[in-house]
């Protein structure tokens, strides 16, 4: 129904949204001296494109076409709009997943086979003059499209019954990560990069899941928990230690492994209040005003 799309993207919104906005506004104030990088108004423009997630003018290099204010937000343009068609879909109903699908081979097959070639590789660029139909066509996105193939296995009734068989699988698609890892083979984007071991990991994990109650160290839940937070809020830590650090003269440690090591502890401790005051606080805050809005509007139509 129109409500439950309504709500499904409040929610996907107010999860990322926010966070995004303050974590890009921090870097802008406080590491790059705010008011004076405003008074540029290529910056003010780049500005407003990075918060709606829309590629900067002129951006052609894929699949970042352009870093945004705080570059790691180049993957959450991707994230939204796939949250977009994912939820127009289910507005299809019972075809919701042909109407998925279908929209997906238009962007990534036919659109790219009528413009000349048709290829996995996330470097490509088709070169479209409107720049957000480069995004929309950029083959990062059949990771998506996979994740939502391995969501669809999960939730129905195929499993592999054998524990043994499944630990051994387990075993294999860890061990095929790391090997790649370690030999840096295919370390790009896309399902023919890294995807090649991730993938099939991800589906075993999933159905070993349905099986194998694999429990994990809270730690590392921990981490989980703070992960997105984390990825916001590490180059604004980095850069702005980093900066700290040149002015007081400390410049010949702001670099190297203990570096690295300060950073990661730093990021940490900004990720942990950032999910404690800003996930769990402002973003659910907005969520459930947002949610609240909406539903009077329903009974105001109704």
Known sequence: SITYVKEFLIKRFSRVWPVYVIASL???FVVRYGIDYLNNLANVKALVYSLVFFPPTGANSPPVFGFPVLPVGWTLSYEMYFYVIFGLSM?????????FFAWLGLTLLLIPYLHGVVTLATTTNYGFEYLYLNLITSPIIWLFAVGVVIGLIYKSNIQIRTTKTLYFLIFTSVSLVIWQYLARFKTGHGISEWGLTLIPMMLILMLASKKINLSMPAWTVFLGDISFSLYLWHPFVQEYLQKIMMEMGYGNIAKGFSFLYLTTVISIIFA??????LECGLSEKIKSLLLNKNKQLINCIL
Do not use: C, E
């Open 272 to 277: 942990a209040a950032s999910y404690k005051i």
């Open 26 to 28: 921090a870097l802008v």
């Open 91 to 99: 507005l299809f109903g019972r075809a919701r997943w042909i109407a």
